[in-house]
Nanobody, 116 residues
Framework: QVQLVESGGGLVQAGGTLRLSCAASGIRFSINAMGWYRQAPGKPRELVAVIFSGGSTNYADSVKGRFIISRDNAKNTLYLQMNSLKPEDTAVYYC??????????WGQGTQVTVSS
């Protein structure tokens, strides 16, 4: 079955950096566009970055210029390099196939907390 395991979150000060990883199994990773999502308390889940199978990327305006999404198809792993972190980035971060429904299979997420 689909299994998504996010890691790399933590507590950092504003302006700091984190690198998130997502280990995927049970999907055809290499042929799928993959995305990073985040959800803050009381807010809907938000797509923040997408990487397509050919390597092109899209970013939400709120993270553009600060975050970089990448993938290693040989390792079935998705990454999110997070630079210049802001308190507004505080959320639980999830990975999944781009366009995944809230009713789809999701991992446990990884908590990112940015202090001011």
């Amino acid at each position: 079955q689909v299994q998504l395991v996010e890691s790399g979150g933590g507590l950092v000060q504003a302006g700091g950096t984190l690198r998130l990883s997502c280990a995927a199994s049970g999907i055809r990773f290499s042929i799928n566009a993959m995305g990073w999502y985040r959800q803050a308390p009381g807010k809907p889940r938000e797509l923040v970055a997408v990487i397509f199978s050919g390597g092109s990327t899209n970013y939400a305006d709120s993270v553009k210029g600060r975050f970089i999404i990448s993938r290693d198809n040989a390792k079935n792993t998705l990454y999110l390099q997070m630079n210049s972190l802001k308190p507004e980035d505080t959320a639980v971060y999830y990975c999944n196939i781009n366009g995944a429904s809230l009713k789809a299979s999701w991992g446990q997420g990884t908590q990112v907390t940015v202090s001011s």
